[in-house]
């Protein structure tokens, strides 16, 4: 029996079977603009009929005055491509617990700022229609001589079908634990990253980012980034939706977490203290992080940031992650 799951020693998932941002339609040849115009409309029709998935990059994001909804544009081969807020979002994106209960203004100031912290990302999309000359009415009105309307969620939902177990697959794919592929950066602020992977949207913290310690992942990366990454855990399968884990590749915290030992003793430095979860970062000599909570400080003085401390190992997860009381020395 042929066993088609990815090896994470071995197989890096690739993306690039989804081509065409960076297609060169026209080649050497000397032709007009007309004969431009029509050469790109026929491929654009070409990848609708054929479902296609292309890439592109988000670039502005409007709101129609008149429907009050929001408007996401993509540029792809130098198309503007209009995904609709339905089309756009997930619908297990979270736009706040309290988004239900907000005035329908409050709610289309939230979808804008939501859509334009992606930015200069990289955005997948099949297309849906295809107009051609100035287009003077509608949400997709403008200049421009051709103009396409897209969906990403289908997009998302075609490259899910692709590596995970799906309901209607005769022949599936798991995605093992560990198993490495690419991601790309959608959202960053200071303590985590919001990234796409494998056709899931799905969130790195700080401290799972890369193995070196990241204060700031802003400092680190930024929108628009592919960035390598490996799966934490088993990805979880509800119908079409699926709930992937992932951190920096280079974060190899569940191999080198081997070294330690639960009631053992070791040195480290204090690199941080999240007020808002009253939790210490301590890095100790060998590289490894551990967690150390506020109420498991020991001894009478208090612990800040580049303070040396004795660490005592009280839990380690199988995920890598390690947990202890420390005292400052």
């Not at 198309?79 to 329908?104: A, M, P, V």
């Not at 992606?118 to 099949?126: D, E, Q, R």
């Not at 150390?292 to 001894?299: A, D, F, I, P, T």
Request: charged fraction near 25%; aromatic fraction near 10%.
């Amino acid at each position: 029996m042929e066993n088609n799951s990815i090896v994470a020693s071995k197989d890096t998932i690739n993306l690039d079977m989804f081509t065409g941002a960076s297609e060169d339609i026209y080649g050497d040849l000397n032709i007009d603009e007309e004969d431009e115009l029509e050469a790109q409309y026929e491929l654009l029709k070409q990848h609708k009929d054929n479902n296609s998935v292309l890439w592109g990059i988000v670039s502005g994001v409007d709101v129609d005055t008149t429907s009050r909804f929001v408007i996401v544009t993509v540029y792809w081969n130098n198309t503007r491509i209009l995904i609709h807020e339905n089309e756009y979002f997930e619908k297990t994106f979270n736009f706040g617990y309290d988004f239900d209960e907000l005035s329908t203004s409050e709610k289309l100031d939230k979808k804008v700022r939501s859509a334009r912290y992606n930015i200069g990302s990289k955005c997948p999309f099949i297309i849906k229609e295809v107009g051609k000359l100035p287009i003077t009415s509608g949400y997709y009105s403008g200049e421009d001589e051709i103009v396409a309307v897209a969906s990403r969620k289908q997009a998302l939902a075609k490259i899910r079908d692709k590596y995970f177990i799906h309901k209607y697959s005769d022949n599936p794919i798991t995605v093992l634990v560990n198993a490495k592929a690419k991601a790309n950066v959608l959202y960053v602020c200071e303590t985590y990253v919001t990234v796409e992977c494998l056709g899931v949207e799905t969130r790195i913290d700080a401290y799972n980012l890369n193995e070196r310690y990241v204060s700031n992942c802003m400092d680190f990366v930024k929108v628009g980034d592919v960035i390598k990454v490996r799966v934490k855990k088993e990805p979880r399968i509800n119908g079409d939706e699926v709930y992937l884990s992932v951190s920096g590749r280079l974060n190899n915290g569940s191999r080198s977490i081997n070294a330690l030992r639960v009631g053992g003793s070791y040195l480290g430095e204090v690199e941080s203290f999240n007020k808002v979860k009253r939790l210490y970062t301590i890095r100790l000599k060998s590289g490894i992080v551990v967690s150390v909570l506020e109420k498991g400080v020991q001894g009478h003085m208090e612990l800040n940031a580049g303070d040396r401390a004795a660490v005592l190992i009280t839990d380690i997860k199988p995920e890598g992650y390690a947990f202890g009381m420390a005292m400052k020395i």
